[in-house]
């Protein structure tokens, strides 16, 4: 069993973790806990603008530039990341993956899960990576199944903010301050800038939007940047404040 926290990361496509969740990433390594980043695609078919714009571009060299930038930019956030290489623009998860998924989270038992948001109209994948985490979570918490293994305790599913949060019905619960960890958050984005870097400054300008809706609740006037999240399952507490 751990004896850090530990935080695990269900990313669609091997560059969402970073512009949605850098920042808590790099914060929880900082902070000691141990952070792991499951990445079931490349987003090599539909995430892959750039790189699919270069001469003589295959299937394979575009999966292999995108694993190479996200090996990099987790690297640089502090986690440790694999690769299931499900396939994307549809991704499909088989039970055989399922399983996978199931062994790390009571191989890792994290405290948290990152992933996408429940209802994404415009990326079907990210509805999938999100069903997927709810399934492997239910079955890592089952005594009955693989009783060998530790099960998974009530680790809480954080989603993370969608490209287009009005639409998917995202509503922020938590702000989290990522000041401290920006610069390493904005190097770990220019490292996905081969297949995606139009996104970088629009992830920029949104950690700053959010920094100052951070400060007008209650946040200290030093926070510039943040990252917003919804959560899946109620918090627990034996007070109000």
């Known amino acids: 069993m751990p004896d850090t926290q530990s935080v695990l990361v269900i990313s669609a496509h091997s560059a969402d973790f970073v512009w949605r969740a ?18 079931l695609s490349f987003g090599e078919r539909g995430e892959s603008q750039g790189l699919w714009a270069k001469e003589g571009m295959t299937l394979q060299g575009v999966k292999d530039a995108r694993r190479a930038e996200a090996t990099e930019a ?15 623009y549809p991704l499909r ?11 790390v989270m009571r191989e890792r038992l994290p405290d948290v899960l990152l992933t996408h948001v429940a209802n994404d109209p415009y990326n079907r994948d990210h509805n999938l990576a999100h069903e997927t985490t709810l399934l492997t979570r239910m079955v890592a918490q089952a005594h009955g ?36 960890v920006f610069e390493l958050k904005s190097k770990a984005m220019q490292c996905m800038g081969g297949g995606q870097g139009h996104l970088v400054d629009y992830y920029t300008q949104l950690g700053t939007r959010r920094g100052v809706q951070a400060r ?15 959560r899946t399952f109620p918090t627990v507490g034996d007070q109000l404040w």
């Open 22 to 39: 850098g920042g808590a990433i790099a914060l929880s390594a900082q902070r000691g806990a141990s952070v792991h980043v499951l990445c």
């Open 93 to 103: 998860v088989d039970e055989a993956a399922q399983d996978r998924i199931v062994g």
């Open 145 to 180: 199944h693989d009783p060998g293994a530790t099960p998974l305790g009530a680790a809480q599913v954080l989603q993370f903010e969608p490209h287009q949060p009005e639409v998917c019905g995202f509503v922020p619960e938590l702000l989290l301050d990522i000041t401290p």
């Open 216 to 230: 007008r609740n209650g946040a200290p006037k030093g926070v510039t940047q943040a990252e917003a999240f919804q």
């Open 74 to 88: 987790a690297g640089l956030l502090g986690a440790s990341i694999d690769f299931l290489d499900l396939g994307d």
